[in-house]
């Protein structure tokens, strides 16, 4: 397997908007981030990964562009940007970039021109459709619910949105788009960064004619669309295209952003002989406390199985092995705190957020970190749907409270459990007011516990979730094993504790993580000699064990490593 400094580094996701607030006005921004490459530096993170940083009218917190050549002005300007590149690159760190090019703001100047007239040249820049038989063109349902399709009075035709009714889908059957797309990559490539996180990318070739989706759920008007908007028949195309004319030129890393993506695929995509990208955001580990073929989709919540979260993971390890490459998260600005999710945040907060990263960072991929993981940030219940901010989370309980009805507390309930939000309170640096993140009030209100979870406190205290983190990335860049070796379950049925090796060149490796509040005696498999082993971190004080039976605490996990020949 080929080696890149991509596979051997830590990305750490940086959503500006909410990390550091430099000038007062309740708003991270470009020199609040300058400000903290120090701290992050000192994490041992090598990449920052920032979330939208361009011009939008923010209705979905700049995932909605409407300039991709300039800086958002309530994030700084484009010499701020530019000094914060300098910066990261005088440490030594790489910065990639967010694209997102499924889709625009409806503010951009193309939409503008495209929305005037049926003849206008930048028409089919956008899918435009008459309606069918007094409706939509067809019955696809938008990620964020309702229908994909909004009418236009101007022209009397309905656009394309796979996401809010401001973010209309731009047509990659038009060259011309695609060719704008690839010179503004470049043009940011020239700029000197170091890759793109490429937003929902596999959605960009749409079936030709736009057909209905299959109705899977007769109660439901709109239907899921997937099967002719997922991997469309153009992707790999388009894809290989952008890589001829753009990414071939520059030593960059890229993410792809694929939601509904199976292993089969991202083995296909992250190839080191035929793929287009280095690597796949995968989304079924995300999936596994809900039912997204529900009429509630993302927002169901049922209890999930440890023997599940084998299996995805180890099927996404086993496919990629030796062909491709995997992107190793548990948070980002769309999904809620891990903690909260998969651990214990409330007993063995600190126990809890450890196990977790020493279980997934510790797989053969690239790991990422997101803001605030590192201290063990935790979901946030606020008590009013006013004091959320999220379009998703306003769409969904207007569509079930307002519209349908539904208890208002059940649906809060989902919404505390799952919604965007969780993740994009500001970034708790310290106990003062407003947890350190600025001087005023917050665009979105402040998690209460940031007077007992911050960077401050775990700073000054070397048993932290913090300083844990620190030392894992340490552990996992000191041995090429952690990084290259080939992974191997154990004990796929037992759904107490996570096991798994890693083996390189008569190297092993053993990541053992209870993911309960028990304390359980866990025996080792034959097949590692644990009692030879040299314990390279954990998240308890080390203990003497005999006979090869590990004596777990709740929510331990220990790394072993042993020569095999």
């Known amino acids: 397997m080929e080696r890149k400094w991509w596979k051997e580094g830590v990305v750490y996701q940086?959503?500006?908007?909410?990390?550091?607030?430099s000038n007062g006005d309740g708003i991270g921004d470009l020199r609040g981030i300058t400000q903290k490459l120090d701290y992050l530096k000192d994490l041992g993170v090598d990449i920052l990964w920032l979330s939208p940083v361009y011009e939008s009218p923010n209705d979905d917190n700049g995932y909605d562009i409407s300039n991709y050549r300039a800086i958002m002005e309530e994030f700084g300007t484009m010499e701020d940007w530019e000094n914060m590149l300098g910066e990261i690159h005088k440490r030594e760190m790489r910065l990639v970039m967010d694209l997102v090019v499924n889709h625009s703001s409806d503010e951009h100047a193309w939409f503008?021109?495209?929305?005037?007239?049926?003849?206008?040249?930048?028409?089919?820049?956008?899918?435009?459709?008459?309606?069918?038989?007094?409706?939509?063109?067809?019955?696809?349902?938008?990620?964020?619910?309702?229908?994909?399709?909004?009418?236009?009075?101007?022209?009397?035709?309905?656009?394309?949105?796979l996401f809010t009714d401001k973010q209309p889908d731009l047509n990659w059957e038009n060259e011309q788009v695609r060719q704008e797309v690839y010179?503004?990559?470049?043009?940011?490539?020239?700029?000197?960064?170091?890759?793109?996180?490429?937003?929902?990318?596999?959605?960009?070739?749409?079936?030709?004619?736009?057909?209905?989706?299959?109705?899977?759920?007769?109660?439901?008007?709109?239907?899921?669309?997937?099967?002719?908007?997922?991997?469309?028949?153009r992707f790999m195309e388009f894809m290989n295209e952008m890589n001829e004319q753009a990414l071939k030129h520059y030593d960059v890393m890229t993410v792809g952003e694929t939601p509904m993506v199976k292993p089969e695929d991202g083995a296909a995509f992250t190839d080191e002989e035929?793929?287009?990208?280095?690597?796949?955001?995968?989304?079924?580990?995300?999936?596994?406390?809900?039912?997204?073929?529900?009429?509630?989709?993302?927002?169901?919540?049922?209890?999930?199985?440890?023997?599940?979260?084998?299996?995805?993971?180890?099927?996404?390890?086993?496919s990629l092995n030796g062909k491709g490459?995997?992107?190793?998260?548990?948070?980002?600005?769309?999904?809620?705190?891990?903690?909260?999710?998969?651990?214990?945040?409330?007993?063995?907060?600190?126990?809890?957020?450890?196990?977790?990263?020493?279980?997934?960072?510790?797989?053969?991929?690239?790991?990422?970190?997101?803001?605030?993981?590192?201290?063990?940030?935790?979901?946030?219940?606020?008590?009013?749907?006013e004091d959320y901010r999220d379009v998703e989370i306003h769409n969904w309980y207007n569509e079930q409270v307002t519209e349908k009805g539904k208890d208002k507390q059940e649906i809060m309930h989902s919404i505390f459990v799952k919604g965007r939000d969780n993740a994009r309170t500001p970034m708790q640096w310290s106990?003062?007011?407003?947890?350190?993140?600025?001087?005023?009030?917050?665009?979105?209100?402040?998690?209460?516990?940031?007077?007992?979870?911050?960077?401050?406190?775990q700073q000054e205290d070397e048993e932290s979730i913090l300083n844990y983190y620190k030392e894992l990335i340490k552990v996992r860049k000191s041995h090429d094993v952690l990084i290259y070796g080939s992974y191997q379950l154990l004990?796929?049925?037992?759904?107490?504790?996570?096991?798994?090796?890693?083996?390189?060149?008569?190297?092993?490796?053993?990541?053992?993580?209870?993911?309960?509040?028990?304390?359980?005696?866990?025996?080792?498999?034959?097949?590692?000699?644990?009692?030879?082993?040299?314990?390279?971190?954990?998240?308890?004080?080390?203990?003497?064990?005999?006979?090869?039976?590990?004596?777990?605490k709740p929510y331990e996990a220990r790394v072993y490593r042993v020569q095999t020949s």
């Open 14 to 21: 940086v959503y500006p908007r909410s990390f550091n607030d």
């Open 112 to 161: 503008q021109e495209s929305r005037k007239s049926k003849d206008n040249p930048y028409r089919d820049y956008y899918i435009w459709r008459d309606g069918k038989n007094g409706a939509e063109p067809n019955n696809w349902v938008s990620f964020f619910s309702g229908s994909a399709w909004d009418y236009d009075e101007a022209t009397g035709q309905y656009y394309l949105h």
């Open 183 to 233: 010179d503004m990559m470049n043009f940011w490539m020239d700029k000197g960064i170091d890759g793109f996180r490429m937003d929902v990318i596999n959605l960009i070739s749409k079936t030709p004619g736009l057909p209905d989706a299959e109705v899977t759920n007769k109660d439901n008007k709109y239907q899921w669309g997937g099967e002719h908007f997922v991997n469309g028949p």
């Open 274 to 318: 035929s793929g287009v990208l280095s690597m796949v955001f995968q989304f079924d580990h995300m999936e596994i406390d809900g039912d997204p073929g529900s009429q509630e989709g993302k927002w169901s919540v049922k209890p999930w199985k440890l023997s599940k979260m084998k299996e995805i993971m180890t099927n996404w390890q086993t």
């Open 325 to 385: 490459w995997n992107s190793l998260y548990l948070e980002n600005h769309d999904q809620p705190r891990s903690v909260s999710r998969f651990g214990d945040a409330e007993e063995y907060h600190q126990e809890s957020a450890k196990m977790l990263a020493t279980f997934y960072q510790l797989m053969q991929g690239t790991p990422y970190i997101y803001q605030g993981q590192e201290i063990g940030m935790t979901n946030v219940q606020f008590d009013s749907i």
């Open 431 to 457: 106990d003062e007011n407003y947890a350190g993140f600025s001087d005023a009030e917050p665009w979105i209100k402040v998690n209460p516990n940031y007077t007992s979870i911050n960077v401050k406190q």
């Open 491 to 552: 004990d796929p049925e037992d759904e107490q504790i996570y096991a798994y090796t890693r083996e390189l060149d008569g190297e092993k490796a053993l990541i053992v993580a209870n993911f309960t509040n028990e304390a359980i005696d866990y025996s080792v498999s034959e097949s590692f000699p644990v009692e030879q082993a040299e314990r390279l971190i954990g998240n308890y004080p080390s203990e003497q064990e005999e006979g090869g039976t590990l004596q777990l």
